[in-house]
């Protein structure tokens, strides 16, 4: 009986480090403009938590936006942080007051490796990175999206 689960566990161990270099061998080498969704969706300043939520996170079901007025970014705005405003404050706090500025965190150069923002992910525990080029958003990565792709391409892969 331990022969079998040991076997089991081995046998799991195994298929994850395959699946986990498939995944690197798939993402290696490939820019995020590949993955990102570009002309993203973005957010002012002025709006309240409260139309955030019902207008922006009900309606497009992604949990970080770009705060953006006039071409200027001014960082993002995410789930998280709204869910730090106490429901009773959502109708008087604006998203301006809770945006967080653009940084390291949550910004991938345009041509970064997608493996670099599958650890940047990782290590922020976000799912969205916003793409920059020259200073300017030029999109949003989602892992999701990241995820898609990588599927599409093994299953080529398989198939041929």
């Not at 331990?2 to 395959?18: K, P, V």
């Not at 993002?76 to 390291?104: F, L, M, Y």
């Not at 923002?117 to 922020?124: G, P």
Request: charged share 25%.
């Amino acid at each position: 009986m331990w022969l079998f689960l040991i076997g089991l566990f081995l046998r799991g161990a195994a298929a994850a480090s395959y699946y986990q270099l498939m995944m690197r061998r798939a993402l290696e080498g490939e820019p995020i403009q590949r993955f990102m969704t570009s002309e993203p969706i973005t957010i002012s300043r002025a709006p309240t938590v409260r139309q955030f939520i019902e207008d922006y996170v009900y309606k497009y079901h992604h949990d970080m936006f770009p705060v953006a007025e006039d071409s200027h970014l001014h960082g993002c705005v995410t789930v998280r942080q709204a869910k730090e405003v106490p429901k009773d404050r959502w109708d008087q706090v604006t998203v301006g007051e809770i945006v967080k500025p653009c940084g390291s965190d949550n910004t991938i150069d345009a041509n970064e490796d997608a493996l670099k923002a599958l650890s940047m992910m990782r290590r922020t525990g976000s799912n969205q990175l916003m793409v920059m080029e020259g200073g300017q958003l030029v999109g949003i990565v989602a892992l999701k999206d990241m995820l898609k792709l990588l599927a599409l391409k093994v299953d080529l892969d398989d198939l041929g």
